[in-house]
């Protein structure tokens, strides 16, 4: 009786953890299904036509460089945008973007050192949050090697949900998120 207990336990777990889609993950490993994208109601007339985000407008000055950032949530997507008027859009992130995706939050200093190429690393982390001089510099690393950014929002707890970033190579070459339509 035990064993045919274990059995459907590991049947159960397997089936559930083959059939979860790995989209915007959080610290603990749970999984989100849909991206949200917060903009202004300007640009949202532009993605409503094309469903893509525009990347020759996205913004070096942003937390990891020109690219596209997706939260896990509409209410994330807005607050880590700051509109309080806007649009905003939902997609699907694919598999491989999940999964080639780094997950900065749990980064060693060291590897954070030799991922972005800066030697003193005072002031540009602070409470696992990523400041823009660290920030614009492993975005630019991770475009090189077609990779995505999970990261942890401003404000957020712990144990939150991480919110995304796509290089805009990524983005452009790879379908890294389905096609983007108004959020309700």
């Known amino acids: 009786m035990k064993h045919q207990t274990i059995l459907t336990f590991v049947a159960l777990f397997t089936f559930t953890a083959a059939s979860a889609i790995p989209f915007a993950a959080d610290a603990r490993g749970r999984t989100a299904r849909a991206v949200y994208h917060a ?7 532009s993605i409503s036509k094309t469903g893509k985000l525009d990347m020759k407008k996205a913004s070096p000055r942003s937390r990891f460089g020109g690219g596209a950032y997706f939260a896990p949530s509409r209410k994330q ?13 939902q997609g699907k992130a694919s598999k491989k ?11 060693s ?25 660290l920030g614009r510099r492993l975005g630019k690393a991770a475009g090189k090697e077609g990779r995505g950014i999970y990261y942890r929002p401003r404000g957020a707890r712990r144990g939150a949900r991480n ?8 983005y452009d070459t790879t379908g890294s998120v389905s096609r983007l339509k108004r959020a309700r």
């Open 97 to 107: 973007t999940a999964h080639r995706s780094w997950r900065v939050n749990h980064w």
């Open 77 to 89: 997507a807005i607050k880590e945008r700051g509109l309080k008027n806007g649009a905003v859009f």
């Open 163 to 170: 919110n995304l970033y796509v290089p805009p190579k990524l």
């Open 109 to 133: 200093t060291d590897k954070m050192r030799r991922k972005s190429g800066l030697k003193d690393l005072r002031g540009t982390r602070k409470k696992g949050i990523v400041g823009p001089k």
């Open 39 to 45: 903009t202004s109601k300007k640009a949202g007339k």
